[in-house]
Structure formats: structure tokens, C-alpha cells
């Protein structure tokens, strides 16, 4: 069971849903060739888009490397511009984001438990988050789980690169380099791997500006062309590069395609010694064929001999020799030298070699399960469809899975062209845990995810729930196991075929309608509840249960179930303390958050069924706030919270420049990243506010302005920050509106705050504004440009780049009274 765990892992990539399309004869052509190829290189940076996609496209494709990238987190903290999942949830997107781009370059993905905690100004303070030997260990595992021969870091060790976890991704790189050939160095991981020294580690050399191929910086630096044309593939790596980075579309990061000679630059930062050293190549003195392995000769002269004589016009007759290659690498897997603790190269190769098999055959298995989801304990209909598109007598010997004992017998040989079919019903076993992301299995450290297990450590994303394994045969003693997902396959009229994957899901999840409630005044509130069952029809009963000191009634509500899928609404009446008091409402079950977009693939996260209550007095003006929504946030709820009727203003409502009625109207965040119509029509907006309207705008970035500055007088957005939460804030105008109308502002408002202070805050502003408060990081300097406060005729003008869009939905109380303060300011 241990080691079925170990290969299922091992050959998780491969088992992508996504990935199974059969090769076409191009794709053949270089995969025959990657058989060959023994060498791998491994490239090391801190977030989702660090990473350089053009190199990765060329080891893959052009060196045919095994080729990976080591993403220590899974960008938690950044923003998010297609939506409004922040933290875990936008770790999750970003995780599929980056296997969607791998799916384009060819790489494997690799992660650490380091949590992406927000922006961080140095690699000390990332590394003490963190737990610099917590993290050392994840990427000393990634080496020894991924045996490179070369590694690349993007950042340099010095602190070019910035951000304090890109800084950190180097230092623990170069770390991790020394120490991950010595046994004596992690030693609880020698149970699953062995030590495993690299050859070089290198620094990619990057810079913002173009690098002169003279500078002298550079004379010492290897160089290599990443605009190289694959003719195979009709594309050069720097054109798959744009299209692998283009998936990163929670970031906006769509990328142009490049054309024609792009020279990358690469440093030596360190090497084993003995040997030559790199002259004109990353990889100059390594062997990259069969023959570096004792043993190993025999199948690579086989598998150069099926890449030589590979006919694309009749690709079966490769099939042969391939399978050949396939019993050879079965047996030398069976040696004690090369048992997957050892080598990876056995469990790589004898995947890919299934996937040029298939490939050669035309032979493709569809493993459709009747639903996307099942219930723990419950049974779940497959049809398994195998098809041979070759003249190559392949017998369909069984169909199984190992929750269905014992094998469907099939015993068919499937005949050219005409598909076989194979129901199986695969039952659940009742302890199978729900499909939660394993990272976000346990709640998390500050710094770094929970994983118990070893073996996952590092593994992208969950191995499929439900495997089905399908055996073929021919009449020469060749056997074939191919490990296929069950998945969920419907067609979208506009789409087309869709599929996603099966989760094992709880009978009943419930979610709390919303993430926070606010109680600005003694009064209660409606609190409803939305129950949705999995296991079909049947009765059941809705729970919330409140904090000490508060009051929830009814104490429960039963609720029935008409089938499958079937939500249902329960309202409870919950009433606070008089006094402030915070604490978490938690329903009965755990809650679901389905994370739907068109460029990855469907996720279901669960979450812990809870929301937060805050009781906190809050006053506040006016009654209606006009919204428009930016790149997507949760701000307009919490103005809802504190009692605002918010209503979403369009693009039509924009351009006809009608405000009347409204108290207040906000910008979202990056609203002048976004929203194209402001650069138009803000002047309106401001001939509102010099009749007496309130315009609040919140942060956006420096880069892509659709004004220079949105406000009545000039002001710059800059990328200045303060990124520690708990940094002080002084009050520049004790007396000043924004402080004292209509809640009295004191130090306390902002405590509890998380992630950071703000973002992007503003320099040369106009002497018109006023400066209200003020903070910065340790040993900085102080930044009053955080908010900015004018009068222009009747009206207010506020800039404002605090945290809102972050510490309201998370509940924060002084948050609440200080955006209270801001919206009803005059
Ligand atoms: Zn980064």
C-alpha cells in the first residue's frame, strides 16, 4: 500500500486529466528523443511568475530534460485580479495556474510548505517566517525527490531581486546545493530518498532593462539562446514561453509572444569539485545518456534505435521495439540499484514510454465517472472506454481499481478502431477522507502549510481521488498499466467537452451566507445558512452554534433534502452582547467554496463551516454608497455590514454620470487598473463631488494607471508599502474628520489587522491634500502617503491605500470604524 502511495505519486504529473490527450506525430517525434535524455534540471524561485518560462520551454523541449520548477509558495498573498478569492483560495488558483503553464512548457511543478504570506522587504525577516530550517528541508527533499544535475535560481543571493522571498528562494537554493548529498543532513527523509549531490547551481541573470551582451558584468556569464526555433513544433521557446505565462491570468500577467534571439545570462554561483568547469554550457561535462548508469546502456541503445527508425506515416510499427524497451525497463527497475528509492529515472521513463506507446496506437482511455462527486461509503458508476487505433494486436486484459476487488476480467482484443466499454462501480471506502487540498488539511503556521506526511511534501496537488487502472496485454508477454483518473466529462454549449475531477465529498456541507457579521449596535441579525447535500435525498438537521455571551435561536432547523445537489436555507436569528465581543458562528457541518474559471481546472475547497461576529459600536452617515467594483473584492459586504445600502454602478451608469442619491460612492481596488470607462468619465465623478458628493478611491498599482492620478490635484501612485501589520500608525491630525467623525479613532482600531498595512501609497502629492495618518516598516522611513483627504467644493476627495478590501472580510473591528469614518467624511 506504502509503496503504491510512493509510485502514485512518482507518476502523478503524467496522471493529469489534462495530459492525456494522445501525443500527436511532432510531439512523438521529440518524445521518442526524451527517452534517451537522463539529465534534468531544476529551476528555483519564491512565487507563481517567477519563473522563466522561455528557459523551461527549452530544457523541456530543445534539451529534452526532465525539467521542474520549485515554486517555494503557492503565491497566498498576492492579489488576485479574476476574482475575489484571497489567501488559501487564491493559492489554489495559482497552484492550477502554474500547472496549466506547465501543460504548455513541458516542466513539472514542485512546491515547499513556505506560505506566501504578503510582501516582505527582506529575506531575514521571510526566512525567520518561514522557519528557515522547515524550508531548508523542502528544498533539500525537492533535490534529492528530483536527482537535478543542474539547478537555477531567478534571484541572485544579494538582494537584487527585491522582494524578501525571492532573496530567500536563492539563499536556501544555494543552502540546500551543499547539503543535499550528505546523509547526515535531514536523515528522516533517507527513508523515502537517497542524498543526491547536483553538479552546478546557477543564478539567472535577470535585469529591467535589456543586458548589453558587453557589459562586463556579464563577460564571465554562460549564455544561452532561449528564441530558439523548435521546427518540430513550429514554435520558438520564447513564443510557448508567453502562452505558459499567460496562464498566470490572476496575476494579469497575458504576455506578448517573442521572436528571434533572446540570450539569457547565467552566473555560476557553485560547484561540485573536481571535474572541468563549465566552459560554454550549464550542463558541459554531464552526461545526459543511459550510459551514466551502470546498467543502463542496454535500454538506451533500444530507445535510440525506436527514435531513429520512428516512421510518423505508420507510427506502429514503433510499437515492437517500444515494448521491448518497456520489459527492459521492468527489469532493471527490479534491481535493488534501481528501485524507485534510488532512481527516478525508471518510474519517469516508463511513463513516458507508456504515453509514446499510447501515443503510437492512437490508443486512448476515457474514464468517465458518473458524477463529480461521491460520498465517502458510497458507490460511483465508471465507464472506462478504450480505444486502439492501430493495427497492433493489444488484448484489454482488465479493468480495476482499488477500491473495486477484484478486477473487471475483460480479456478482448481490441481490434482497430473499435472501442471497447467496461462499467465498473467503484465503492468508496466510508473512511476515505474528504478531496481538502493536503496543505489545507491542518490549519497553518504563520509562515509555512501543515503537511504530516513526507511523501507529500512538495506534491502540486492532491493525487486523484479515484485511479482506475486498465491492463493490455498482446500475445508476446508484454503487459501494460496504465493509471488513468476517473473524471467527470460534460459537454457546455459554448465550450464543448468539459471535465474535472471526482472529489470524495462529506454527505451535507453548509455554508454561512456571509464571511462576517457585523453588529455596529446592539440589535440582531438574520445569520442563514445554506445546506447542500451530496448523499441525495433524505432529512437532516441545520446547526449554528455562537460564542459565549451571545444568542442564537432556533437552536436548530431540520431540513429536507429532495436529491442530490438539493440546497436548502435555514435562518437564524443571532443577537449580540451589549458590550464588544468577537468569536467565531460555526454551522453544523463542514462549508464547500467552488472555485470555478475557464483556464484551470474546477476546485472544491472546504472550509471549516464558520464566520466571524463582531460586535463593535460603529456609527456612521448617509445611506447609500454607489460601488465600482475594480479587479474584484468583498468591500461593498462589509459597507453592507455596517448598515450602507450599496449598489453596483455600471459601466452605462459611468458614462451617464447619474449620482444623484447617492451619500458616498467608493472606487473597488485597482478600479483605475481596470475599468476602462473612469479615464473618461472620473471628471463627471468629480463634478459630483464638487457638489457635495463623497468620492472614496482605494489602492491601485503604479503599473497600468488609466489616469495619472485620480483625484481633484495631481498626486503619484508609487510601489512604496508598509508590509509588517502590526506597524504603528501615528495620527498627523489628532483633530482631523477622518479620526473623530462619526466614531472616535484610537490606537486600538488598528490592532488585529492582517497581512500588511497598505499597498502602493502615494508621493508628490498636491499640497491641496491633507495627510491624516501615517506608518511605515521597521527602519524606514515614515509614510504619511497612505491616505489622502481634499476638499474641492461642496465636497471630499479621499485616496486611500490601506488595507480595506483585506481586513474587513476578515473581520477586522477598527477597521470597520475607520472605513466608516472615510465613506462618511465631508
Ligand atoms: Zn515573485
Not at 330 to 344: I, M, N, Q, T, Y
Not at 519 to 538: E, I, N, T
Not at 682 to 709: A, H, I, M, R
Request: with cysteine; proline share 7%; charged share 25%.
Amino acid at each position: 500500500m506504502k509503496r503504491t502511495l510512493a509510485v502514485l505519486l512518482l507518476l502523478f504529473l503524467a496522471l493529469n486529466a489534462a495530459a492525456q490527450r494522445p501525443l500527436d506525430s511532432a510531439q512523438l517525434q521529440l518524445a521518442l528523443q526524451k527517452l534517451t535524455v537522463v539529465g534534468s534540471a531544476l529551476y528555483i524561485a519564491a512565487h507563481p511568475d517567477d519563473e522563466n518560462t522561455a528557459l523551461l520551454a527549452y530544457w523541456s523541449n530543445d534539451r529534452l530534460y526532465r525539467t521542474g520548477y520549485l515554486a517555494l509558495t503557492r503565491g497566498d498573498g498576492g492579489q488576485n485580479l479574476i476574482g475575489d478569492e484571497k489567501g488559501e483560495l487564491l493559492g489554489v488558483i495559482r497552484t492550477q495556474e502554474l500547472l496549466a503553464a506547465r501543460r504548455i512548457d513541458g516542466a513539472e511543478q514542485m512546491f515547499s510548505r513556505a506560505l506566501d504570506f504578503g510582501f516582505s522587504k527582506g529575506p531575514d525577516e521571510t526566512l525567520a517566517i518561514w522557519g528557515h530550517d522547515r524550508i531548508l528541508a523542502d528544498v533539500v527533499w525537492a533535490i534529492r525527490r528530483f536527482q537535478p544535475d543542474v539547478i537555477v535560481t531567478r534571484f541572485p543571493t544579494t538582494g537584487e531581486g527585491g522582494h524578501g522571498h525571492h532573496t530567500a528562494s536563492a539563499i536556501l537554493a544555494v543552502e540546500a546545493f551543499k547539503l543535499a548529498g550528505d546523509p547526515t543532513k535531514f536523515p528522516e527523509q533517507l527513508k523515502y530518498v537517497t542524498p543526491w549531490q547536483p553538479k552546478r547551481i546557477f543564478w539567472n541573470r535577470f535585469s529591467f532593462q535589456p543586458i548589453d551582451p558587453n557589459d562586463p558584468k556579464v563577460a564571465h556569464s554562460l549564455r544561452l539562446d532561449l528564441g530558439a526555433f523548435n521546427p518540430l513544433l513550429g514554435r520558438a521557446y520564447t513564443e510557448m514561453a508567453a502562452e505558459s505565462r499567460s496562464q498566470h491570468k490572476s496575476q494579469g500577467f497575458g504576455s506578448a509572444e517573442r521572436r528571434g534571439t533572446t540570450i539569457n545570462y547565467f552566473d555560476l554561483l557553485d560547484e561540485v569539485g573536481g571535474g572541468e568547469p563549465a566552459a560554454s554550457d550549464l550542463f558541459d561535462g554531464i552526461d545526459v545518456s543511459w550510459s551514466r548508469y551502470a546498467g543502463g546502456d542496454e535500454v538506451g541503445k533500444l530507445l535510440q534505435q525506436a527514435s531513429a527508425t520512428f516512421d510518423p506515416k505508420a507510427p506502429e510499427k514503433s510499437i515492437p521495439l517500444l515494448l521491448d524497451a518497456m520489459s527492459m525497463l521492468d527489469r532493471l527497475g527490479a534491481r535493488p540499484e534501481w528501485s524507485p528509492k534510488v532512481h527516478p529515472w525508471i518510474e519517469v521513463k516508463r511513463n513516458e514510454l507508456l504515453r509514446v506507446i499510447a501515443g503510437c496506437a492512437g490508443l486512448a482511455i476515457d474514464v468517465s465517472a458518473a458524477d463529480s462527486s461521491v460520498v465517502a461509503g458510497h458507490d460511483l458508476k465508471v465507464s472506462v472506454n478504450v480505444i486502439n487505433r492501430s493495427g497492433y494486436p493489444f488484448i484489454l486484459q482488465t479493468v480495476g481499481s482499488r477500491y473495486a476487488a477484484p478486477s473487471i476480467a475483460v480479456g478482448k482484443t481490441l481490434k482497430n478502431n473499435a472501442p471497447l466499454k467496461t462499467d465498473i462501480t467503484i465503492k468508496v471506502p466510508a473512511d476515505t477522507p474528504v478531496s481538502q487540498p493536503y496543505w489545507l488539511r491542518k490549519p497553518p503556521l504563520k509562515g509555512s502549510f501543515v503537511v504530516d506526511e513526507q511523501e507529500l511534501i512538495g506534491v502540486p496537488e492532491n493525487p486523484p481521488a479515484l485511479p482506475i487502472i486498465v491492463t493490455l496485454t498482446d500475445d508476446k508477454m508484454h503487459t501494460l498499466f496504465y493509471t488513468v483518473p476517473a473524471i467527470y466529462r460534460w459537454t457546455d454549449p459554448v465550450r464543448g467537452e468539459q471535465t474535472r475531477n471526482v472529489d470524495v465529498v462529506p454527505d451535507v456541507v453548509t455554508n454561512v451566507a456571509g464571511k462576517v457579521y457585523l453588529f455596529p449596535d446592539a440589535k440582531p441579525k438574520q445569520v442563514v445558512l445554506r445546506a447542500k447535500s451530496f448523499s441525495g435525498a433524505g432529512d437532516s438537521i441545520v446547526k449554528l452554534t455562537v460564542p459565549e455571551g451571545w444568542s442564537v435561536a432556533p437552536e436548530s432547523v431540520p431540513v429536507s433534502f429532495k436529491e442530490k445537489g438539493d440546497e436548502v436555507r435555514a435562518t437564524f436569528t443571532v443577537t449580540p452582547p451589549k458590550n464588544e465581543s468577537e468569536g467565531l458562528a460555526k454551522a453544523s457541518s463542514l462549508s464547500l467554496t467552488d472555485i470555478e474559471y475557464p483556464h484551470i481546472p474546477a476546485q472544491r475547497v472546504f472550509g471549516d463551516g464558520t464566520a466571524k461576529l463582531v460586535r463593535i459600536d460603529v456609527k456612521k452617515r448617509g445611506t447609500r454608497i454607489g460601488y465600482i467594483m475594480g479587479s474584484g473584492d468583498e468591500v461593498p459586504d462589509g459597507l453592507r455590514q455596517i448598515g450602507y445600502e450599496v449598489n453596483m454602478l455600471t459601466d452605462d451608469d459611468l458614462e451617464r454620470g447619474n449620482f444623484a442619491g447617492y451619500d458616498a460612492i467608493v472606487a473597488g481596488v485597482r478600479a483605475y487598473n481596470t475599468r476602462k470607462r473612469l479615464k473618461l468619465d472620473t471628471p463627471k465623478l468629480l463634478e459630483w463631488v464638487k457638489n457635495g458628493g463623497t468620492f472614496v478611491v482605494q489602492y491601485n498599482t503604479n503599473g497600468g494607471l488609466l489616469l495619472d492620478s485620480p483625484g481633484p490635484y495631481p498626486f503619484k501612485v508609487s510601489n512604496e508599502r508598509v508590509t509588517v501589520e502590526e506597524a504603528p500608525v501615528t495620527f498627523l491630525k489628532p483633530g482631523h474628520p477622518l479620526l473623530n467623525e462619526p466614531n472616535k479613532i484610537t490606537p486600538r482600531d488598528f490592532e488585529g489587522w492582517v497581512q500588511e498595512r497598505g499597498l502602493y501609497f502615494t508621493t508628490d502629492w498636491d499640497p491641496k491634500y491633507e495627510t491624516v495618518i501615517s506608518s511605515h516598516d521597521p527602519n524606514e522611513s515614515d509614510k504619511p502617503g497612505g491616505e489622502l483627504y481634499a476638499r474641492y467644493g461642496k465636497g471630499v476627495f479621499v485616496y486611500t491605500s490601506y488595507d480595506w478590501f483585506r481586513e474587513l472580510p476578515a473581520g477586522v473591528p477598527g477597521a470597520y470604524r475607520l472605513f466608516a469614518n472615510i465613506v462618511s467624511a465631508k
